[in-house]
């Protein structure tokens, strides 16, 4: 039996923070750091305070024998997930902890949530869970298949993966109501589902959506751009671009930039990264990684981050000019890309800011990396057991295994105690 409940946050948000406080060995009336902010005890006896200023504090209220497994940053919310279907909507600004629900997988981890218009759903296995932005519970969507993939949403849209016909692509509306059972049988409920796009492979990763079109990746290889209509956007052979391998991870896509220069990435694991245009699908750019990728390329503004099994965290370049005579004076984009850096160490793109990369490597430390260089300029000497991957700003959110949810500013430089020359 799945719970949904709220939490009174008078009884939760400051028991929480006063016992993380307690736990960070906060005083009541901390005494100001150099920095102005309130001086705060280093996680773990790790991270010097004056590196890392604490925004915020909170320990999270689990269940025995339950721990966050999924961290996703939304608008102005942190999502901390367990295994149990536990979701913990925490405030990016103070980290109060806006509610606790339990919500409905439908028998397996639900994935993550899509804030719409007017709602904030969570995809189960054959279900959508919708909410009200403050945590109520609206309604439940049955729907007549299995959801493969995390779903990206628009205006109160979702386009997703289902396990249909060896796969495909649904659009989902999510404002239909459906009537209670008041008679025997009951009525038939209305489709929620206004079209399905046959993709001939699975669509695990998460589509990109951007102005009316969705691009979505499957395991037949294919690169897809659907408009709102389902009709192809792309008028390449099989309308779709082919990256010689399965797509098994999310789609990237840049968030800013004008129409022409924005980029839709997709990695495959025939062990290419592609970059192709967001109008007509042709190839900008790409990476040939020496192992299958099996998971999707982080994108930032100026960078793409993409993990290389077996290799690391591999960091390039969204620009890379070539010149084409001796006094540089034409230049044009290099098609063969090249990493800046590799860091072996690291599995997952943290923050950024304009000097140094976060990362965290596959037992939970902190790293900071040189931007341009990889070279290691700082580690952090603990562990976290759970990191949120931040392209909006340097700010690291990460839970420890007790459930303690931190925001870090980091403010490291060179000749800073801990940092590495």
């Given at each position: 039996m799945y719970r949904r409940f709220l939490l009174p946050l008078a009884l939760v948000a400051a028991?929480?923070?006063?016992?993380?406080?307690?736990?960070?060995?906060?005083?009541?009336?901390?005494?100001?750091?150099?920095?102005?902010?309130?001086?705060?005890?280093?996680?773990?006896?790790?991270?010097?305070?004056?590196?890392?200023?604490?925004?915020?504090?909170?320990?999270?209220?689990?269940?025995?024998?339950?721990?966050?497994?999924?961290?996703?940053?939304?608008?102005?919310?942190?999502f901390a997930?367990?295994?149990?279907?536990?979701?913990?909507?925490?405030?990016?600004?103070?980290?109060?902890?806006?509610?606790?629900?339990?919500?409905?997988?439908?028998?397996?981890?639900v994935g993550a949530p899509v804030i719409l218009t007017d709602s904030i759903v969570f995809p189960g296995q054959s279900n959508l869970e919708v909410y009200t932005p403050s945590g109520d519970f609206v309604k439940s969507f049955p729907l007549d298949f299995t959801i493969s993939s995390n779903p990206?949403?628009?205006?109160?849209?979702?386009?997703?993966?289902?396990?249909?016909?060896?796969?495909?692509?649904?659009?989902?509306?999510?404002?239909?109501?459906?009537?209670?059972?008041?008679?025997?049988?009951?009525?038939?409920?209305?489709?929620?589902?206004?079209?399905?796009?046959?993709t001939f492979g699975e669509v695990r990763g998460r589509p990109a959506y951007y102005k009316g079109v969705v691009f979505v990746g499957s395991g037949d290889g294919a690169l897809r751009a659907v408009n709102a209509d389902r009709t192809p956007a792309w008028t390449l052979e099989r309308d779709s671009y082919d990256t010689g391998g399965q797509i098994l991870g999310d789609i990237g896509i840049d968030a800013t930039g004008k129409d022409d220069d924005i980029g839709v990435y997709a990695a495959s694991d025939s062990g290419r990264l592609v970059c192709v245009n967001r109008a007509d699908g042709r190839l900008k750019w790409q990476y040939l990684a020496p192992y299958p990728l099996t998971t999707g390329p982080v994108v930032t503004a100026t960078s793409v981050y993409q993990f290389v099994p077996n290799d690391g965290l591999a960091a390039l370049s969204k620009s890379d000019l070539m010149d084409l005579d001796p006094d540089g004076k034409r230049k044009v984009q290099t098609v063969n890309r090249t990493p800046r850096w590799v860091c072996h160490e690291a599995v997952q793109l943290v923050s950024e800011d304009g000097d140094l990369t976060y990362v965290a490597t596959a037992d939970?430390?902190?790293?900071?990396?040189?931007?341009?260089?990889?070279?290691?300029?700082?580690?952090?000497?603990?562990?976290?057991?759970?990191?949120?991957?931040?392209?909006?700003?340097?700010t690291i959110y990460a839970v420890t295994a007790d459930g303690t949810a931190y925001a870090l500013k980091p403010a490291l430089a060179p000749g800073s105690p801990g940092y590495i020359e």
């Amino acid at each position: 039996m799945y719970r949904r409940f709220l939490l009174p946050l008078a009884l939760v948000a400051a028991p929480c923070l006063a016992a993380a406080l307690c736990l960070a060995g906060c005083s009541a009336a901390p005494q100001a750091s150099k920095s102005g902010a309130a001086a705060v005890q280093p996680v773990s006896g790790g991270l010097d305070p004056e590196l890392f200023h604490h925004i915020w504090i909170n320990l999270l209220p689990l269940e025995p024998g339950d721990s966050v497994n999924h961290l996703y940053l939304r608008k102005d919310t942190l999502f901390a997930i367990t295994p149990r279907n536990a979701v913990f909507a925490i405030d990016l600004r103070t980290g109060s902890l806006k509610y606790l629900r339990y919500v409905n997988g439908g028998g397996r981890e639900v994935g993550a949530p899509v804030i719409l218009t007017d709602s904030i759903v969570f995809p189960g296995q054959s279900n959508l869970e919708v909410y009200t932005p403050s945590g109520d519970f609206v309604k439940s969507f049955p729907l007549d298949f299995t959801i493969s993939s995390n779903p990206v949403g628009a205006a109160n849209e979702l386009f997703m993966g289902i396990d249909v016909s060896g796969g495909e692509l649904a659009d989902v509306d999510t404002t239909l109501n459906f009537p209670p059972p008041t008679q025997f049988p009951p009525p038939p409920a209305p489709s929620p589902v206004i079209w399905r796009l046959m993709t001939f492979g699975e669509v695990r990763g998460r589509p990109a959506y951007y102005k009316g079109v969705v691009f979505v990746g499957s395991g037949d290889g294919a690169l897809r751009a659907v408009n709102a209509d389902r009709t192809p956007a792309w008028t390449l052979e099989r309308d779709s671009y082919d990256t010689g391998g399965q797509i098994l991870g999310d789609i990237g896509i840049d968030a800013t930039g004008k129409d022409d220069d924005i980029g839709v990435y997709a990695a495959s694991d025939s062990g290419r990264l592609v970059c192709v245009n967001r109008a007509d699908g042709r190839l900008k750019w790409q990476y040939l990684a020496p192992y299958p990728l099996t998971t999707g390329p982080v994108v930032t503004a100026t960078s793409v981050y993409q993990f290389v099994p077996n290799d690391g965290l591999a960091a390039l370049s969204k620009s890379d000019l070539m010149d084409l005579d001796p006094d540089g004076k034409r230049k044009v984009q290099t098609v063969n890309r090249t990493p800046r850096w590799v860091c072996h160490e690291a599995v997952q793109l943290v923050s950024e800011d304009g000097d140094l990369t976060y990362v965290a490597t596959a037992d939970g430390e902190l790293l900071a990396l040189d931007s341009q260089t990889g070279q290691i300029r700082f580690r952090s000497g603990i562990t976290f057991s759970i990191y949120a991957t931040n392209v909006t700003d340097s700010t690291i959110y990460a839970v420890t295994a007790d459930g303690t949810a931190y925001a870090l500013k980091p403010a490291l430089a060179p000749g800073s105690p801990g940092y590495i020359e």
